[in-house]
């Protein structure tokens, strides 16, 4: 079993970047394929970015973050990232670090898909 650990959040200005981490302990990280997700006050959680480590290192996005958010990751510091830039109030929730054993990496941005999660870390965006 894997855990997970969110890092990186805090409060930026519109316009700003942040970076969070998503660090594995107890496995591989490269075992599973992982998600990033957000979840704002009073709403549900929703889908951020994915990352296949089956498919070669395949990243895919919201439509919505596509051109702002940059997800990656490295195998050495066993850990996979989220770069946002050009940040805005709406961007402000909890994001979580998901991670999932499964193949059919058709359903990555469903939450059900991804087994393990973490603590998720805050970002808030002031205007």
């Known amino acids: 079993q894997v855990q997970l650990v969110e890092s990186g959040g805090g409060l930026v200005q519109t316009g700003g970047s942040l970076r969070l981490s998503c660090t594995a302990s107890?496995?591989?990280?490269?075992?599973?394929?992982m998600g990033w997700f957000r979840q704002a006050p009073e709403k549900e959680r929703e889908f951020v970015a994915a990352?296949?480590?089956?498919?070669?290192?395949?990243?895919s996005y919201a439509d919505s973050m596509k051109d702002r958010f940059t997800i990656s990751g490295n195998n050495a510091h066993n850990t996979v990232y989220l770069q946002m830039n050009s940040l805005k109030p709406e961007d402000t929730a909890v994001y979580y670090c998901?991670?999932?054993?499964?193949?059919?990496?058709?359903?990555?941005?469903?939450?059900?898909?991804?087994?393990?999660w973490g603590q998720g870390t805050q970002v808030a965006v002031s205007s």
């Open positions: 998901a991670g999932s054993s499964r193949n059919n990496y058709g359903l990555r941005s469903s939450l059900n898909w991804y087994d393990y």
């Open positions: 107890g496995r591989s990280l490269d075992s599973y394929n």
């Open positions: 990352f296949i480590w089956s498919r070669g290192g395949f990243a």
